[in-house]
């Protein structure tokens, strides 16, 4: 059974991003951070080494779990590979960019 569809993202209200290292945060610090109302991340695409060492879909299924979970998430020096990938499967309206 297929998941109802999401609403479109529009601009978030919050004016706090919180910079999250996926590599190196622990799991009850992000935990605490998703219990939030509306946490607002910030992932440096270009600072996260387990996208050398695991690869770009584990990366990806990594911010799809944050967006599950009910996050907005911005990302920032996103390198034109991976701009590609997003483009290519579809997953770029469901993260903001930051330019």
């Keep these: 059974m297929r998941s109802p569809p999401r609403p479109p993202l529009s601009e978030p ?3 706090v991003l919180l910079s999250v290292n996926l590599a190196a ?3 009850a610090l992000l935990a605490r951070i998703l219990l939030q109302p509306q946490p607002q991340l910030l992932i440096d695409c270009g600072a996260q080494p387990c996208r ?6 584990y ?4 911010l799809l779990l ?3 979970r ?3 998430v911005w990302l920032c020096n996103v390198d034109p590979l991976l701009r590609r990938h997003l483009r290519q499967l579809g997953l770029e309206a469901l993260f903001f960019l930051a330019e």
Excluded: E, P, Y
């Design 25 to 27: 945060v622990d799991a």
């Design 70 to 72: 009910g996050a907005s």
């Design 13 to 15: 209200t919050a004016t």
């Design 52 to 57: 050398r060492g695991l690869g770009v879909c």
């Design 59 to 62: 990366f990806l299924s990594q």
């Design 66 to 68: 944050l967006r599950q």
